[in-house]
DNA sequence: GCGACGTATATTGTATAAAATATATATCGA
DNA sequence: TCGATATATATTTTATACAATATACGTCGC
């Protein structure tokens, strides 16, 4: 469930995967901004590839929707309006409850355990200052072990892949305001604890609000942010 | 709207583009059954062309799900547990019936329009004797249509491939059993007449218990199917 | 005969090279 | 000068060739 091969440097089974992982963390880490041209020959040059498995990469990565193909001209990134992203939390909220209320009556007492170590971590991060780069994945894994009793693997694909897509706007609002991360962890707590009491309504109640709220939330930084020239990086 | 370029034979914008509407027309018509190996080879060979658009078409197809991919070991036919067809059918009904409600409000004369002429070719179909390939695609439409005015571009896109992914199964069982056609018709006409009325709460229950049913119709098809050895093409 | 190892074959994964398409620049005519 | 067409360049798409990996088969030792 973690990384795989962590820490032994060994290289993935295939390039194409590998430089998935690695164009996708860029991506939604903003290293490669909104609307970039990519170009394949860079990029193959830059990891030492040939372009086959960069175009390979790409084409994953289009599934997911973090990379747009136009045919003959070539990828750039994404760009997603606010009703776009106005739309990945409508669908987390429909789907999340969905998952959730299934989950609660078959939740272990490893899932909760598990659960609260995820919490834990979250708060070691928040005393050492933001890791905007991991949130994001640990914020998915709090929410995947939750879902998991459910055995819905489609749904939590789709999800994950939900996440995904707006992990590149969390980040960004994560960077700037603090906030945010603190209203998260108190809901997660919540969250948690419902769940342990197998309080579906609750619970449901609350992961409803918490999406909504976290909508809400970065849709009104994001506009601001928009309205306003987004300056963040100059070039 | 139409299939693109119908009839005219013009090839696709690309290969790989052109492939992958072709592999899935196959899959989806179990004209290559679940589970095959698809030997890229064998593939560029029959179509005339390099395993390199058959790749990339392959990828494609797997981010729909339709095939599986284990590394150096090639691509198969995805084959799906019941549980996991249940999985598809649920969430359909899921998102379907917010997608509905959230469209009905805004739903114009021409869509209405549009959903019976849709109605008239199923009819028009049911009396020349069962077409399955077509009926999934016109299924797809007729939901389409009632859902476009929702603008939830996201959304559509999710369920359609959910859609797809029912097809296979839902083909096989049109092949098999002329009932199931009967009452999907009529409840499309009743589904039409409520969001013509603007009925949300209605419309909503009748798309809900539509999509359970057919779920319920299939699993149950499937089941006695898988049951007994499951013979219709031999070899 | 049985299992482990090594080789041969088939298939996938990647690199390089050629063809097709799009974009930019230049040339021509009015 | 302006617009349109033609040419050149950049980039994507596809083909061919090579490398890496997996599977099947056979050989050897016991």
């Known amino acids: 469930m973690k990384g795989p091969m962590a820490s032994t440097g060994l290289k993935r089974q295939t390039m194409s995967a590998a430089l998935t992982d690695e164009l ?3 991506i939604l880490n903003l290293d490669i901004p909104e609307g ?3 170009r394949q020959d860079t990029l193959a040059a830059e ?3 040939s372009r086959i498995p960069v175009r390979e990469a790409l084409l994953q990565l289009e599934g997911e929707g973090l990379v747009t193909l136009s045919a003959h001209k ?3 990134v994404t760009a997603l309006s606010l009703d776009e992203i106005r739309e990945l939390f409508d669908l987390r909220a429909l789907i999340e409850v969905d998952l959730l209320q299934r989950a609660i009556p078959r ?3 490893h899932h909760i355990e598990r659960a609260r170590e995820i919490l834990a971590t979250f708060d070691e991060m928040l005393s050492r200052g933001s890791q905007e780069r991991d ?3 640990l914020n998915w894994e709090l929410h995947a072990v939750l879902y998991e009793p459910a055995e819905r693997p489609r749904a939590l694909s789709i999800v994950r892949n939900l996440h995904r897509n707006a992990d590149r706007y969390l980040r960004l609002q994560l960077k700037l305001t603090q906030r945010t991360n603190e209203r998260a962890r108190e809901e997660h707590n919540r969250l948690v604890n419902l769940c342990a009491d197998r309080d579906v309504i609750e619970a449901s109640r609350l992961l409803n609000e918490h999406v909504l709220a976290a909508r809400d939330d970065l849709l009104a930084f994001l506009a601001e942010r928009r309205g306003s020239g987004e ?3 100059e070039e």
């Open 47 to 49: 990891f030492g590839v």
């Open 74 to 76: 070539g990828y750039t």
């Open 231 to 233: 300056n963040t990086h």
């Open 107 to 109: 939740l272990e007492t």
């Open 135 to 137: 949130w994001g994945q």
């Open 24 to 26: 996708r963390e860029r």
């Open 36 to 38: 970039e041209q990519l």
